[in-house]
């Protein structure tokens, strides 16, 4: 199982760029990487998914290198709504399990 | 509103008891995970069942167990209630039963133990 390792936490401010980083030193060649949003007192939602090089949706964008054993969830222009915690995984298509780690609690000033 | 609903929403016992939480999943949904998410550990992935079977395993306790029934509906059953057992019980559904699936996440149950 791919092993997570991301920063406990983050701040910004309204309207910068957020770029949270997540080490996946140990991805296996099938696997992806995943990222879910949590606010307090609710179950985590889907931010984006990837496999490789860029991917872009209306929320967010997510980067990863050639040798994918890191990725970097990029949220544009933050606002205090964006407050949460992030979390990277890497689900294991094998042994199907999804494992999320600790994440990451962004804190969005005004 | 993710469409998944659990019951109930909270849930106050004393330890040694038992108790039972229920989850419907998404319309259409076949695979239905359970996680437990307590203030000192995260997000931890109990056990996922598609359609009927258990699909994988996580950390779950012996002391706990959990079914899913032909109309897909899931419940998770936690016995011999300790105060550490305190904490979120989140149910999520997806379509399919690969772990690459969007999860859609419940409400969650609040469960506390005295």
């Known amino acids: 199982l791919a092993k997570t390792t991301q920063p406990i936490s983050m701040d910004s401010y309204e309207g910068q760029e957020v770029n949270i980083t997540c080490s996946h030193n140990?991805?296996?060649?099938?696997?992806?990487i995943t990222w879910y949003q949590q606010f307090p007192s609710q179950g985590p939602r889907f931010i984006i998914q990837g496999y490789k090089t860029k991917v872009t949706n209306e929320v967010a964008s997510l980067f990863i290198p050639a040798d994918r054993k890191s990725s970097t969830l990029s949220l544009p222009r933050v606002s205090l709504s964006d407050t949460a915690v992030y979390y990277c995984?890497?689900?294991?298509?094998?042994?199907?399990?999804?494992?999320f780690g600790d994440g990451t609690t962004l804190t969005v000033k005004p | 509103d993710s469409g998944v609903t659990q019951t109930p929403k909270h849930l106050i016992t004393a330890t040694g008891q038992r108790v039972t939480l229920r989850c419907s999943p998404r319309?259409?949904?076949?695979?239905v995970y359970w996680y437990q998410q307590s203030l000192d550990q995260g997000l931890q992935f109990l056990i996922q069942?598609?359609?009927?079977?258990?699909?994988a395993k996580g950390n779950i306790l012996e002391r706990f167990s959990a079914q899913q029934f032909p109309d897909l509906h899931s419940e998770l059953n936690l016995s011999s209630l300790e105060l550490g057992d305190s904490a979120l019980y989140f149910c999520?559904?997806?379509?399919?039963?690969?772990?690459?699936?969007?999860?859609?996440f419940g409400p969650g149950t609040r469960l506390t133990v005295l």
């Open positions: 069942y598609y359609n009927g079977e258990e699909r």
């Open positions: 140990n991805i296996a060649t099938n696997d992806y």
């Open positions: 999520a559904s997806s379509g399919d039963s690969s772990p690459l699936d969007e999860q859609f």
């Open positions: 995984l890497v689900p294991n298509t094998n042994a199907g399990k999804s494992t």
């Open positions: 319309s259409g949904d076949l695979s």
